[in-house]
């Protein structure tokens, strides 16, 4: 496989999807931040040396997306590795949530991966080569109090990701899931903090991931190393679940 040049990340301005850009960035890609928010994507861009582009984009919007796949095209070119990691969620009980709620988390976390991938797969498939890594979590993997909707979306991208991987092998693509489990991020730190205290203490290794923890993992799967590897699903939770 040639040598990559462009990655796209969704969720660029902040948390684990800053990190991907800095450790996309400092692979030697020119990296499109796309972001809610414009602003912090910049940010990133210009943490990681002007090495690509920001471009605003609400993944729950189809029309925003096409858009901000239009823009990064224009400026960057087909990428080769495209990363969904945007994402949104609050913890509450399932008989507390409504149908308002419900929309949003799907948008976001799983509808939002859809249209992301629809939007650049049909390029990538016809220069055939590329890379597709989704963000899930192990909550999609192995369910989470608290967190029931999030949970369904995030087991709908792992779904979606295989189902994407078989159809998309013969054209020289690879896709796969990266599963975090707690993580110091802006959305893990706006829990209760009684509700941060029992993960750190669930997980066996007595510490919160950190972005850099799942960016590598989500590196590593954009790399030629991992050329023939696709449709896998990595946790990176510190051992708080484990394959059987």
């Not at 002007?50 to 984009?57: L, M, P, R, T, Y």
């Not at 495209?82 to 949104?88: D, E, F, M, Q, S």
Request: hydrophobic share 50%.
């Amino acid at each position: 496989m040639p040598e990559r040049n462009v990655a796209v990340v969704t969720g660029g301005g902040s948390g684990i999807g800053r990190a991907t850009v800095l450790a996309l960035a400092g692979a030697g890609m020119a990296v499109a931040a796309a972001d809610l928010n414009e602003a912090a994507a910049q940010e990133t861009i210009a943490m990681a040396g002007g090495a690509g582009a920001a471009f605003a984009v609400d993944v729950a919007d189809v029309a925003s997306v096409q858009e901000m796949a239009r823009a990064v095209t224009e400026r960057l070119g087909t990428p080769d590795v495209l990363v969904n990691c945007a994402g949104w969620d609050e913890t509450r009980p399932f008989l507390e949530t409504d149908s308002a709620f419900w929309e949003r988390v799907l948008a976001i976390n799983l509808f939002g991966v859809v249209a992301v991938t629809h939007a650049f797969l049909a390029a990538m498939t016809e220069r055939g080569r590329g890379r597709v890594v989704n963000v899930a979590s192990d909550a999609g993997r192995v369910g989470s109090s608290g967190e029931s909707v999030y949970a369904g979306a995030k087991g709908g991208v792992i779904a979606f990701t295989k189902s994407i991987a078989r159809e998309v092998a013969r054209h020289g693509l690879t896709a796969n899931v990266v599963c975090p489990g707690p993580t110091d991020t802006p959305l893990f730190r706006a829990q209760p903090e009684s509700l941060q205290e029992a993960l750190v203490r669930a997980v066996p290794m007595r510490r919160l991931g950190t972005p850099d923890d799942v960016a590598t993992a989500i590196a590593f799967f954009a790399s030629d190393a991992a050329g023939y590897i696709t449709g896998q699903v990595l946790s990176v939770s510190g051992g708080l679940t484990m394959a059987g």
